[in-house]
Nanobody, 125 residues
């Protein structure tokens, strides 16, 4: 069992920055995929960013160039640096974890085994 806890969400003005953090505990594998997904109101959950084995990063089209995902070894987790935030980035952001994901499935939320409770990010215009 793996437990994920997100932190760092909040309210920010358009153009601002936020950093999200996800800490993982429990039976952590040495080879994992971790990602951030978001779910705007009334919409489906979508990939924001994921970091695969060998630290290969994947990004959603709408955040590429503005967001950066990295591993946080001290927390067995990941961080998400978000810059140039836009009102359309407003959503609940979820951390996800999986140990057996294949690369072609990185963008698919239903392929991840473990999820955090989510953290709200609100960007005002």
């Amino acid at each position: 069992q793996v437990h994920l806890v997100e932190s760092g969400g909040g309210l920010v003005q358009a153009g601002g920055s936020l950093r999200l953090s996800c800490a993982a505990s429990g039976r952590i594998s040495s080879s994992t995929t971790m990602g951030w997904f978001r779910q705007p109101p009334g919409k489906e959950r979508e990939l924001v960013a994921a970091i695969f084995r060998m630290n290969r990063a994947f990004y959603g089209d709408s955040v590429r160039g503005r967001f950066t995902i990295s591993r946080d070894r001290s927390k067995n987790g990941v961080m998400l640096e978000m810059t140039s935030l836009k009102p359309e980035d407003t959503a609940i952001y979820y951390c996800a974890y999986d140990e057996r994901l294949i690369m072609s499935s990185v963008r698919l939320p239903d392929q991840y085994d473990y999820w955090g409770q989510g953290t709200q990010v609100t960007v005002s215009s």
